[in-house]
């Protein structure tokens, strides 16, 4: 048996920060990962540029059973504390939209940051370990079984991740390690995903594939500016990944495909001005004609402006400013960034994130019931919350 201060379960963001923070307090740590490289979640990360946090981060950027339950986090270990790691490396950044920053070149900058750490401070880890049992013994060690090696340490972190891209190698270990501690489950299902369509929408709509649309989207009081994409599946793009994260099966979603105008105002400034023009040459000025094509019969879109009934403007502003539609459902984990819900948040300290009723057992990032919107929150959880059980463990 092997004995070590600390086992980290999981060599993703979250593992890695809070082994590199034991190391530092001289610890020795030891990390276990089932698949065979560290970090590949970080690696494949924003089209591989890694959207590392975000410039803006505000507990209202989270979704939780327990809304208060991040703040303690991410006001301890913040976005410029990160920012400052990054920059120490001479890591070259960028700022995009919504104040998202990715690396210039490459994700590998950020795992590589995050080994040279590891390594600097100590820290062990194996990969290719797939764990069969894990006990807690009386002295309230923890026992790991591997394939291999038995292990033991007084403190065991599990930083898992949660169920969202199965090919990268997502289990659900860690709900069943909570589980196995007693510890309730917040329902998991996929978060930060696209949508598919009823039948008869899809068959509508599948034309459209390929035309994004800077819309307002609106669900369950959450209402989200950005692209949206139209697929051959459905529809993704930022605004619906970010609104599925509040989108439960049988919603309805509100969409505005030109947010920035009252096309009431438009329109009747149209009628003034054109009034023997068509319908189809005024709103093809604000949408693609295909769009406009799908969304309208022809024999309206060929109506003078100046022919249009009261009615027909008004089922025409309707559609395009309050387009409501149903989703069949969404991509499930396949595509999904991130997964909802996780270990409930109320079995665990905000402090240390270790949980309440077992002492030295800590989870954190992904696995918990703390989901970020799209654009770095996720990240910045993950480094916040693997901090956090840093200082303690």
């Known amino acids: 048996m092997k004995q070590v201060d600390v086992i980290i379960v999981g060599a993703g963001a979250a593992g890695l920060m809070c082994a590199i923070e034991a190391g530092k307090r001289g610890r020795s740590v030891l990390i276990l990962d089932h698949a065979n490289k560290a970090g590949k979640k970080i690696l494949m990360s924003g089209g591989g540029r890694c959207n590392f946090t975000n410039y803006n981060i505000d507990a209202e950027n989270y979704i939780s059973s327990n809304p208060h339950f991040c703040k303690s986090a991410i006001s301890r270990y913040n976005q410029w504390d990160f920012i400052e790691l990054v920059q120490q490396y001479g890591i070259a950044f960028h700022e995009r939209e919504h104040g998202q920053l990715f690396c210039d070149n490459s994700a590998k900058d950020i795992l590589l940051m995050l080994l040279d750490e590891a390594e600097k401070y100590g820290v062990k880890i194996q990969l290719n370990s797939s764990i069969k049992l894990i006990t807690k013994k009386a002295d309230n060690h923890y ?3 591997t394939a291999s090696q038995q292990y033991q340490s007084k403190s065991l972190v599990i ?5 969202s891209i199965p090919k990268m190698g997502a289990t659900p270990f860690g709900y069943k390690i909570a589980e196995q501690f007693k510890l309730k489950i917040v329902p998991t299902s996929a978060g930060l ?5 009823q039948q008869h929408d899809k068959a509508r709509l599948e034309k459209l594939s390929g035309i994004a649309v800077n819309s307002t989207v609106t669900c369950n009081n959450a209402q989200f500016k950005e692209n949206i994409l139209f697929t051959h599946r459905g529809l993704s793009g930022p605004a619906i990944l970010q609104i599925s994260s509040y989108w439960q099966q049988g919603n309805e979603i509100v969409i505005n495909l030109l947010p920035e105008i009252s096309l009431e105002n438009f329109l009747v400034l149209a009628i003034a001005e054109h009034p023997q023009q068509i319908l189809k040459t005024v709103l093809t000025q604000l949408l693609p004609k295909r769009l406009i094509s799908t969304f309208f019969e022809s024999n309206l879109l060929e109506t003078k402006l100046s022919s249009l009934a009261k009615e027909q403007l008004a089922s025409v502003i309707n559609q395009l400013q309050t387009w409501t539609i149903k989703p069949n459902g969404t991509e499930g984990y396949r595509t999904a960034e991130v ?16 949980v309440n009723s077992q002492a030295g057992l800590y989870f954190i990032g992904e696995v ?9 929150y996720n990240f910045q959880w993950a480094w916040s919350s693997g901090w956090c059980a840093g200082q303690y463990v």
């Open 339 to 354: 997964t909802r819900g996780g270990v409930d948040c109320n079995a665990l300290s905000s402090k240390t994130m270790q």
């Open 143 to 145: 026992l790991v079984d």
């Open 193 to 197: 995903v696209p949508f598919t369509l």
């Open 159 to 163: 930083a898992t991740g949660g169920l």
């Open 368 to 376: 918990v019931d703390v989901t970020g919107w799209l654009g770095g």
